[in-house]
């Protein structure tokens, strides 16, 4: 086996296509290249993405990309190890530009394919920047998903919590745009926060008290909608947007512990790990509230760096050079796969009436 692994890395599960190329080394493999190309501003418009304009700027830029992550990462063509794909979750006619170029190069150079799951790439993802081992806590919080998962080893994943309802990223998305914020508007709410007071309007934390490490923000989305019809000045927004942002960190403080026992309960380890990972991973009142936490709980905590947070294809590589080291590799009839759970075992959980 190659001593030091070269993968190129293809993501267009959404609205980012992306390559990228990685080394692997004895710790944290090296990062060659990792080109991301986003489409925010044809989406802008529409307020969200639109699957159909999605596939096809895909489509018109996914050689571009490659071709400039090749360049940029020095390697040669024949030097790549193997080609890893997002195959999963995501927008089916999306996902199949990036799977179908990934298969293409793998059959042309007849290197080994790897399909990866997007989702696992986010839990892999501070992969990239710290040592971790195995078994660790993930909450993963993107645009798509918001889940507490025990991740014991590669490609086995015990579920421990998810969100009945939307996820946290939407939910920042969904505030951001009652708030007059253009899409995709999360990041910005955290701007907007600092400018106002947390303690002017008290929000709903649903479910805070039962279902274990079980999230819901349905109700917290519409107490917003209700608020904004009320408010008319800049202050108050800003006032909103900060009890909001408290609330969530409150809610996710809440969870947390409950994870941390669950955690705890399934795993003896001497070390414990937690990993916050995906898009909403990148606020910053998020980060510092579950580092505190993490710190009297005894847990370490580990976050992607923030260019690895949104989406983006490095990981993906760096799936499929853990999948590579262990010769786990996949056919070039693998489907795209819009609905891949990490924990396929994991009960269906959405909607009010939900019975935890
Ligand atoms: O992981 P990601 O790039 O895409 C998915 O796989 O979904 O996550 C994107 C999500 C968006 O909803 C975006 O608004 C949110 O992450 N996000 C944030 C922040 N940065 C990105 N939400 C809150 N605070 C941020 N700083
Ligand atoms: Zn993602």
Not at 54 to 79: F, N, Q, T, Y
Not at 81 to 89: E, M
Not at 100 to 121: C, D, Q, R, T, Y
Not at 291 to 312: A, H, Q, R, V, Y
Request: charged share 25%; aromatic share 8%; with cysteine.
């Amino acid at each position: 086996m190659t001593k030091k692994p070269i993968i190129l890395g293809i993501e267009s599960s959404c609205d980012e296509t992306a390559v990228a190329v990685i080394k692997g080394n004895k710790d944290i493999p090296e990062i060659l290249s990792n080109i991301v190309s986003s489409q925010v501003d044809i989406h802008k418009e529409f307020g969200g993405v639109v699957p159909e304009l999605a596939a096809r700027s895909h489509m018109e830029k996914i050689d571009l990309i490659a071709k400039k992550a090749i360049d940029e990462s020095g390697v040669k063509l024949k030097d790549i190890d193997a080609v890893a794909a997002t195959a999963g979750p995501g927008l089916i006619v999306c996902l199949s530009v990036g799977l179908s170029f990934g298969k293409a190069i793998a059959g042309s150079l007849n290197k080994p394919f790897i399909a990866v799951n997007h989702l696992e790439g986010h839990a892999l993802s501070p992969k990239l920047n710290s040592k971790i081992e195995y078994p660790y806590l993930l909450l993963l919080i993107s645009g798509g998903h918001t889940q507490y998962l025990s991740v014991e080893s590669l490609g086995k994943y015990k579920r421990l919590g998810t969100t009945i309802d939307d996820a946290l990223g939407e939910t920042f998305d969904k505030t951001a745009k009652l708030l007059g914020i253009e899409f995709p508007g999360g990041p910005k709410i955290e701007e907007f926060a600092k400018k106002g007071d947390p303690n002017k309007f008290k929000l709903p934390k649903p479910i805070i008290n039962k279902g274990g490490c079980n999230l819901s923000f349905a109700g917290l989305k519409t107490a917003v909608l209700r608020i904004t019809k009320e408010i008319k000045s800049e202050k108050e927004k800003f006032d909103l947007a900060a009890s909001f942002q408290k609330t969530i960190e409150e809610i996710l403080n809440e969870k947390t512990k409950i994870a941390f026992k669950q955690f705890k309960q399934r795993n003896k380890t001497t070390k414990n790990t937690f990993v916050i990972a995906g898009g909403v991973a990148a606020n910053k009142g998020i980060r510092n509230k579950l580092i505190t936490l993490s710190k009297e709980n005894n847990f370490e905590t580990i976050f992607p760096d923030i260019n690895l947070c949104s989406d983006n294809a490095a990981m993906i590589a760096m799936v499929g050079l853990e999948k590579f080291q262990l010769n786990k590799f996949d056919n070039l009839d693998f489907p795209a796969n819009p609905r891949w759970a990490l924990d396929e075992n994991a009960k269906f959980l959405k909607g009010a009436g939900v019975n935890f």
